[in-house]
């Protein structure tokens, strides 16, 4: 089963079915494989579960020895034997750009606008003055064509939205980290910070305030004060 995003070097891992004694089932997607004698484990992250949790865990609760959850909004929602571990990123394959350009470029590209309260980033963009520009679009696109279009960027912004549907969100995706990857200065939620061992390397906004404060403190830096920030974002 491949990706909506399609990533690169996916669908690979079937022709390896039958050898492997671990399975895991990722993005809550059950495929057909013969579980006879593996141990089996499923990775839980994003809407997909937070959405369907109860049929979800029907479906693999029976068949699985543990559940990774991805971010801590979806932990104690039924999961088997669930652990909270953050995803990683191929620090290899993403390579940071530090390119200089003429004015600070911020970029927002949500995978849901609505769940990443894309609205009132915007309202806080429309308020702030300085030398900078602004690059916006809610238009789903391939991996490779959101890591172009990040790259452009010197800060990114994740997301912003603390309650779905009176439910408790607030947590950074893969975005976040991809960007953290390229080099950008990433803002985003993080309602887990405090259960989160080690210096956070993202810039923590919670609420639309919490932006507006960033992002004033990052456009009066200098040049090299910026190029310092992005570095030390990357070395996270």
Known sequence: MRHKLEYPNQGVCGKYKKRVDVVIFMHSQLVKVNLSGKRVFVHHGGSAYREKHKKLNKIFNPIVKRSIIQ???????????????????????????????EKVIIGHFPSKARIKNSKAINKVISRLKGDFEYIYSPEGVTWEKQME????????????????????????????????????????????????????????????????????????????????????????
């Open 71 to 101: 971010t801590a909004d979806l932990l104690g929602l039924g999961a088997k034997n669930e652990v909270w571990l953050l995803p990683g990123i191929d620090t290899e394959s993403i390579k940071p750009v530090y390119e200089r350009h």
């Open 149 to 236: 279009r990040m790259s452009k960027c010197d800060v990114y912004i994740d997301g912003c939205m603390p309650k779905i549907n009176k439910r408790r969100y607030g947590e950074w995706g893969m975005a976040a980290l991809e960007a953290a990857a390229l080099g950008k200065v990433v803002i985003s939620h993080f309602l887990s910070q405090d259960k989160y061992k080690g210096k956070c390397g993202i810039k923590v906004a919670n609420s639309p305030a919490e932006i507006e404060s960033h992002l004033k403190a990052l456009l009066a830096l200098t040049d090299e004060e910026l190029l310092k920030e992005k570095q030390a974002t990357r070395a996270w």
